[in-house]
């Protein structure tokens, strides 16, 4: 069985093998893109080398870079736990092209990673390309027959970094699970079928064009590669298994929490609070070890959002003291080899994330119980929607971030007046506007006084004003 981290180096070293720099994943904090919450691809890095706005001593680069999709145009917080792929945090392998490489190469690197290195079954791999790129639907011929080719439209297959700049078609590659996986919709096919039976291995994105603000598409003097394939999803398939949760990378984690818990993972519904509790652990600790802090705002406040989730599916498993601190050394022993940088962090961010656990565990008691007596009373009343009033009283009172309670009324079959909600935010932020206004004018107000001469306080003092000392 090949291990996560062989995988991990076999990817890095296949494509320095093939001409490409090593570089080293960036921070999870954005160092250049303001309107990024977290970094949530291996271009993120790239982005002003792509924009041609910097240059670099290399045209070919490859990484493993950490990732999270958790708040912001990428989120996948709802998803973890339900679906067998998707993380919070999770690394992304990928190779860049800037200008030197394009479309041939990409697929053929690909493809030979994945047949040849990795050796993983070509009858079972299927491509989407975008409708329109025929010369990528040519190109896959040379390796996949056309009838597991399948085209995509714009949403699936075209891939743009913003509004303007470059942009291009996309292709990405799936592995079919089995038929015995498919779900109950009734067209299980890929691009038609969101489930776990089709699973995207890895995208590559022609960037090819660049849009102005007309939408106008011109094509790109140097055309890039930008690639990227989640090393959990690659590791499930090669270590066949059905789960990213059953990967060397995560079951350890659950294998640590059945022994804190004393109860088994079962997998299915059941092992629900188990998977997230794994995979949160592992963004709170990357997180934290890159700087962010459990807060209020913004990057901060998905952090606390994601600890007190995970604190609160701890409740599930009986966890009704801190724990998530004591899951810390389990992620960085898994993890020091290929981030270094944990290691030297474990102290501080076992610290936070205690205080944090410390602090939400002294409400959260108190907050469930009064959502579970809403929930009930409720549905005597044959009720299934909880007020937004209510939510908001969670939140205000108890510190639910609004997803908790919306997790909890959907295990209820219940929804949550998500819209009074908002307002009641909104009301909320206002006034609290409105009271750092009114301290800001008595501020400015003490500040003018303060630098007024003092000759003008004659009133107080008339024997030595400043005027009558000069
Ligand atoms: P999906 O359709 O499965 O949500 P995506 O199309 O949003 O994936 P991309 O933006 O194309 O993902 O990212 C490139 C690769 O990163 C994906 O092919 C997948 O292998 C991996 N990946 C994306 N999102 C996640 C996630 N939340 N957890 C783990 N791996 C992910
Ligand atoms: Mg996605
Ligand atoms: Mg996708
Ligand atoms: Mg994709």
Known sequence: MMTSHEIREKFLSYFESKGHTRVDSSSLIPQNDPTLLFTNAGMNQFKDVFLGLKSLP??????????????????????????????????????????????????????????????????????????????????????????????????????????????GPCSEIYIDRGEEHSCNAKECALGKCDCDRWRELWNLVFMQYSRDENGTMTPLPKPSIDTGMGLERIATVMQDVYSNYDTDLLRPIITFLESMTGKKYKGGEEGFPFRVIADHSRAITFLISDGVLPGNEGRNYVLRRIIRRAARYGKELNLN???????????????????????????????????EEERFLETLSDGLKILYENIERLSKENKREIPGRTAFMLYDTYGFPIDLT??????????????????????????????RKEMYEVDEFFKIIAH???SVFVGYDTFESSSSVQ
């Open 58 to 167: 290399y045209s070919r680069a490859v990484t493993c870079q950490k990732c999270v999709r958790a708040g912001g145009k990428h989120n996948d917080l709802e998803s973890v736990g339900k679906t067998a792929r998707h993380h919070t945090f999770f690394e992304m392998l990928g190779n860049f092209s800037f200008g030197d490489y394009f479309k041939k190469e990409a697929i053929e690197y690909a493809w030979e990673f994945l047949t040849d290195v990795l050796k993983l079954p070509k009858e079972q791999l299927w491509v989407s390309v975008f409708e329109e790129d025929e010369e990528a639907f040519e190109l896959w011929q040379a390796y996949i027959p056309a009838d597991r080719i399948v085209r995509l439209g714009e949403k699936d297959n075209f891939w743009s970094m913003g509004d303007t700049g470059p942009c």
């Open 452 to 454: 007024l001469p003092s």
């Open 321 to 355: 003291e801190p724990f998530l601190y004591k899951i810390v050394p389990q992620v960085v022993s898994l993890m020091k080899d290929a981030y270094p940088e944990l290691e030297k962090n474990i102290t501080y961010i076992q610290k936070i994330v205690k205080s």
């Open 406 to 435: 919306c997790d909890i009324a959907e295990e209820n079959g219940m929804s949550v007046d998500i819209k009074t909600f908002e307002q009641l935010m909104t009301k909320q932020r206002e006034k609290a506007k409105a009271a």
